[in-house]
Every structure is written in C-alpha cells, then in structure tokens.
Nanobody
Framework: QVQLVESGGGLVQPGGSLRLSCAAS????????MSWYRQGRGKERELVAS????????NYADSVKGRFTISRDNVRNMGYLQMNSLKPEGTAVYYC?????????WGQGTQVTVSS
C-alpha cells in the first residue's frame, strides 16, 4: 500500500524558513518522481516543485524559484522541500505526491502558515 506522510509544517513569520518532509512507503520510491503541491484557502491546488527519480532533474514554479529547494533521499525513501524567505501568500496546505504504477498518490498534507 503506497503511503506518503508529510511533516514539518507550522507557523512561521514572513522571511522565515521551514523544511517539509515526506516519508514514502509501500512502493519502489526510488523509481518514481516526486512533487510538492500546495493549496491555499479558496484557491486551486498548484504545483510548487518536482524532482525526478534520480534527483538529477528539478523544476520549480516561478513563484518559488530561488527560495525553495526540493530534494530526496532514496536510501531513506524521503522527500524534502526546503522553504526560505517565506511570504504570507505561501500560507497553504502542502502536499507530497507521486505517480507510481500509473496512479496518482497524495499525502494528507501539512499546514504552513506564514504570518506575523
């Protein structure tokens, strides 16, 4: 059973940093890409960043380029999203996701609130 579990969310002041983690299990994690999405209240879910199975290819939404870094540890079956210089518009639920064996899988999400 594929399972993705996010952690690391919380309340942070504008300009602050957070590191989100995604623990993957139930599939060959290292064979598939991984992505982070976010959904703010009343907004559509948007792709924030994605990383290839090997970690060699990474892509970012224009709104987070230069501030967020996606990474992964295929030994520990973990994915990460380092978020720096956070802005209030970054307040959202952040989701880890993968497409494995032809299906989409999502975690339950972790809340990030950027506020003073």
């Amino acid at each position: 059973q594929v399972q993705l579990v996010e952690s690391g969310g919380g309340l942070v002041q504008p300009g602050g940093s957070l590191r989100l983690s995604c623990a993957a299990s139930g599939y060959a994690c290292s064979s598939y890409g991984m992505s982070w999405y976010r959904q703010g209240r009343g907004k559509e879910r948007e792709l924030v960043a994605s990383i290839s199975a090997t970690g060699l290819s990474r892509n970012y939404a224009d709104s987070v380029k230069g501030r967020f870094t996606i990474s992964r540890d295929n030994v520990r079956n973990m994915g990460y999203l380092q978020m720096n210089s956070l802005k209030p518009e970054g307040t959202a639920v952040y989701y880890c996701a993968t497409v494995a064996r032809g299906r989409d899988y999502w975690g339950q999400g972790t809340q990030v609130t950027v506020s003073s």
